[in-house]
């Protein structure tokens, strides 16, 4: 097959998404398919590694305000709206800043990358025709990209959602502005030949809206990135890591930080590493419960770095919303973390897909309650003069990224020969 597949982040940016393609790009490629890629440029931390050869990758020339970064001076429109707000008033100039980039970012931030991403589509396939074209988002704007190549070009696309799209759990924008995605989502998508999500319960939202073929092709972990542990030192001291960031309002690790106040005197023993967040965003919350001492706030690392210090950890931290709205949410650390082979400690959705494949696969503990979550902390410091044990290798049955896209390169033979039909 001859494949062209459009995203905003690819390696080496190193963003969570860029994972993701970056790694079905490099499997494609080794089971003998062409592959090119439209990606977005190169910014923010790059030390993702490039594993396809960079002349199959085409980018845009990067300049800061074609992409949805904040211009070095405030805007016109910014510049008003300081004007007509008076002093003081906080709450309503965050509500009025909330609907002008709702607004302004339509359908997301990226929306700067669409003109440069067909110009350099339209090229491409001046050149060069895929059998089909497979766009992964968010961003959003990468689906409206295919979908006008698609239109132009006569070339078959599909639609990767790797996010909801209109009813995505962690939208902070106005009502108004999520009935609109709402839209733009049907007119994107009623285009696409087939569908791909990352979660079962989102196949099953899309099944009842779209009439297509829609496909679940796990996140996963890649073997080859798989880090053997080091040695854990001898001692009473219980590492937790987080590596990631933060949403405030949506992963709250707050409920660790009570639970940790419980343990009296034993807190000296628990130490909570954070690996990507601001200490802005930590600090306050832990000292509210006064254990800003057990915390420690570290920059972002990047990838291959981020994958041993989940290794070396005794437990590793997951957060998700607590609200029913997430239970289809699985966030692609997930599969890292289980590949790490490492207890996970989950706050959020007790009913959630993820939560019942921790339980199902015996791979950490559940809760929201601090003193449940203080009561599993003092059954792992129990353990901890010695090696806390690794998590079965059990755990990863069926996860591999090369077993979900064996299965994901099935599926596009299966559409390419429908529409080839």
Excluded at 162 to 185: F, K, M, Q, T
Excluded at 273 to 294: C, M, N
Aim: with cysteine; proline share 8%; hydrophobic share 45%.
């Amino acid at each position: 097959m001859r494949l062209l597949l459009i995203s905003f982040w690819f390696p080496p940016t190193n963003s969570i998404g860029a994972v993701r393609v970056g790694k079905l790009a490099k499997y494609l490629l080794r089971a003998g398919h062409e592959v090119r890629v439209l990606a977005g440029p190169e910014i923010g931390n790059l030390t993702l590694p490039l594993e396809v050869p960079v002349q199959l990758v085409t980018r845009p020339p990067r300049h800061a305000a074609s992409f949805g970064e904040a211009p070095a001076q405030p805007s016109r429109a910014g510049r008003l709206l300081r004007r007509l707000i008076p002093a003081g008033a906080s709450g309503l100039e965050a509500m009025l800043k909330r609907h002008y980039y709702a607004l302004r970012q339509i359908p997301d931030k990226r929306i700067g990358w669409l003109r440069p991403a067909l110009a350099g589509g339209r090229s491409l396939l001046g050149t060069w025709r895929p059998d089909l074209i497979i766009a992964s988002g968010p961003p959003y704007t990468g689906l409206i990209v295919a979908a006008r190549l698609s239109r132009e070009s006569g070339v078959p696309w599909i639609a990767e959602l790797r996010d909801p799209w209109a009813n995505n759990p962690y939208s902070i924008d106005p009502g108004w502005r999520r009935r609109l995605d709402g839209v733009l989502e049907r007119l994107t998508l009623g285009s696409a030949a087939a569908l791909v999500t990352v979660s079962p319960p989102v196949t099953e939202e899309l099944r009842h809206r779209y009439a297509k073929p829609i496909a679940t092709i796990l996140n996963g972990y890649s073997e080859e990135d798989m880090v053997t542990a080091p040695p854990r030192p001898s001692g009473d001291v219980l590492s937790i890591v987080y590596t990631g960031t933060i949403y405030a309002g949506f992963r709250d690790p707050s409920a660790l930080f009570a639970a940790i106040a419980r343990l009296d005197e034993r807190r000296r023993h628990v130490r909570v590493t954070f690996y990507g967040p601001s200490e802005d965003e930590i600090r306050p919350l832990a000292e509210r419960h006064g254990v800003w001492k057990q915390v420690s706030v570290q920059p972002g690392v990047p990838y291959r770095q981020s994958l041993a210090h989940q290794a070396a950890a005794d437990v590793l931290l997951l957060l998700q919303r607590n609200h029913v709205t997430d239970e289809g949410n699985i966030p692609a650390k997930f599969f890292e973390y289980l590949a790490a082979r490492r207890p996970i400690l989950l706050l959020g959705c007790e009913s959630g897909i993820v939560a019942n494949m921790i339980r199902e696969r015996r791979a950490g503990f559940v809760a929201n309650d601090p003193a449940a979550i203080a009561a599993q902390l003092g059954r792992w410091l129990d353990d901890r003069p010695q090696e806390i044990a690794a998590l079965s290798p059990a755990v990863l049955q069926g996860l591999s990224r090369n077993e979900q896209f064996a299965a994901y390169e099935a599926f596009l033979q299966a559409r390419l020969g429908a529409v080839g039909t």
